[in-house]
């Protein structure tokens, strides 16, 4: 069964104190890798795709790297406006697209 | 920016009566998607659409729930017979697909809070 684990559950950082936050995958032949970010009350909001192991994608302060595993979500010198929770989802080759969600890591980063 | 936009951003619902949620999603997409988050809990895929068509379900989405476009820019989704474990945030979402299979990445739309009293 496809599935995907996020860690830690929360992080709290200080304002610029980078850190990184793990999503561990099991899925039967990997389409994609995808990150979201999730504000309280919102659409789940799209921040990168991963297709194949050693691909890395950078926006701003935070970049997003894949193994045949797991995928990080890298922070640099966060803001206080970073604090949201970050999604990590996968798809599965074949079928309809459907997208498989982690729980989420709640961010809070502190000025 | 395009974006996917949902109507109405809350609905309050008597238990037992009948649900429509509804979508546009992004003009050039071509796959459509329902997925719920119950408060607190994790996105949960419910359908995907595509050629006028359910492409995969889950088996949260049975015989109480239907997915209809009924012209070329809206995507309902209706719930038959709600229940109060049906009150969750609704998010529809939709994808761009390409030959090499690129770009699937689904963008959402701000979701509809269904409540069921």
């Known amino acids: 069964e496809d599935q995907v684990t996020q860690s830690p559950e929360a992080l709290r950082l200080q304002e610029g104190e980078s850190s990184s936050l793990n999503c561990s995958y099991t899925?039967?032949?990997?389409?994609?890798l995808f990150w979201y970010r999730q504000d309280p009350g919102k659409g789940p909001e799209f921040l990168f795709t991963?297709?194949?192991a050693g691909e890395e994608k950078e926006k701003e302060r935070l970049k997003a790297t894949l193994t045949k595993k797991e995928s990080f979500l890298h922070i640099t010198a966060p803001k206080p406006e970073d604090s949201a929770t970050y999604l990590c989802?996968?798809?599965?080759?074949?079928?309809?697209?459907?997208?498989?969600f982690g729980a989420g890591t709640r961010l809070f980063v502190k000025a | 920016e395009p974006e996917v936009t949902q109507t109405p951003s809350h609905q309050v619902t008597q238990m037992g009566q009948e649900v429509i949620l509804r979508c546009v999603p992004i003009?050039?997409?071509?796959?459509f998607y329902w997925y719920r988050q119950i408060l607190g809990q994790k996105v949960e895929f419910l359908v995907s659409?595509?050629?006028?068509?359910?492409?995969?379900k889950s088996e949260i989405f049975d015989d109480q729930f239907s997915v209809e476009r009924p012209d070329g820019s809206n995507f309902t989704l209706k719930i038959r017979s709600t229940k109060l474990e049906d009150s969750a945030m609704y998010f529809c979402?939709?994808?761009?697909?390409?030959?090499?299979?690129?770009?699937?990445?689904?963008?959402f739309g701000q979701g509809t809070r269904l409540t069921v009293v």
């Open positions: 003009s050039n997409h071509l796959y």
């Open positions: 899925v039967s032949g990997l389409r994609g």
């Open positions: 979402a939709s994808s761009k697909r390409q030959a090499r299979e690129l770009n699937t990445e689904a963008f």
């Open positions: 989802a996968v798809q599965a080759r074949g079928g309809g697209f459907k997208t498989i």
């Open positions: 991963l297709y194949s």
């Open positions: 659409f595509y050629n006028n068509e359910i492409s995969e």
